[in-house]
Every structure is written in structure tokens, then in C-alpha cells.
Nanobody
Framework: QVQLVESGGGLVQAGGSLRLSCSAS????????MGWYRQAPGKPRELVAG???????LYADSVKERFTVSRDNAKNTVYLQMNSLKPEDTGVYYC????????????WGQGTQVTVSS
């Protein structure tokens, strides 16, 4: 199993920055990719950014040029640096990990609230 713990959310004014962290523990050797998703009230959860074990990244169009996903393999931690935040970035941000053990899996963190005020 893989356990994920997010941190770094909070309240920030529009134009500000936040950095989210996601620390993984357990069978971290089996993780192929990690990602950040967010869910705004009344909306489905959506992918924000992802990073593979080889370092390839992808971003939602809405966050390109503003958000950066990175990972520190030594610390088993993935980060999401969020700059130029907008009110529409508000939501609960979840970290996830995908990999293969006996079978493919997806694990989720508990989520961290990000609120951007206008």
C-alpha cells in the first residue's frame, strides 16, 4: 500500500502563491506517477498536474505557465508550486499515486483546501 499526506493549503489573495507538498510512504518503489487533482464545490474532480517516475510532466491548460509540479525522490515527496493564483483555482487539492503491485492501483491523499480570494 501507499499512504499520501498533503500539506501547504491555505487562504491567499489573487495573484499570490502557495506550494503544496505530498509525502508518500509505504510501497513507494511501486509508484509510476503522481498527480495533483482539485475539486471545486459542485464540480467534478479534475487533473491539475502530473509527474511520472522519469520526470515527465503534464498540466491542465488552465494552469500552464502558472503551476509547476516537481518531485524529490530522496524525500518521496511531490510538490505543486502555484503562482499567480486566481479565484477559480479555489478547491480541495488531492494528491494521487498510480502504480502496480499485484495489480494496478490508485491511492489518494486526504486533500488540502486552497482558497483564493479576489
Amino acid at each position: 500500500q501507499v499512504q499520501l499526506v498533503e500539506s501547504g493549503g491555505g487562504l491567499v489573495q489573487a495573484g499570490g502563491s502557495l506550494r503544496l507538498s505530498c509525502s508518500a510512504s509505504g510501497s513507494v518503489f511501486s509508484i509510476n506517477a503522481m498527480g495533483w487533482y482539485r475539486q471545486a464545490p459542485g464540480k467534478p474532480r479534475e487533473l491539475v498536474a502530473g509527474i511520472t517516475s522519469s520526470g515527465s510532466t503534464l498540466y491542465a491548460d488552465s494552469v500552464k505557465e502558472r503551476f509547476t509540479v516537481s518531485r524529490d525522490n530522496a524525500k518521496n515527496t511531490v510538490y505543486l508550486q502555484m503562482n499567480s493564483l486566481k479565484p477559480e483555482d479555489t478547491g480541495v487539492y488531492y494528491c494521487n499515486a498510480e502504480g502496480i503491485l499485484a495489480a494496478k492501483y490508485t491511492y489518494w491523499g486526504q486533500g488540502t483546501q486552497v482558497t483564493v480570494s479576489s
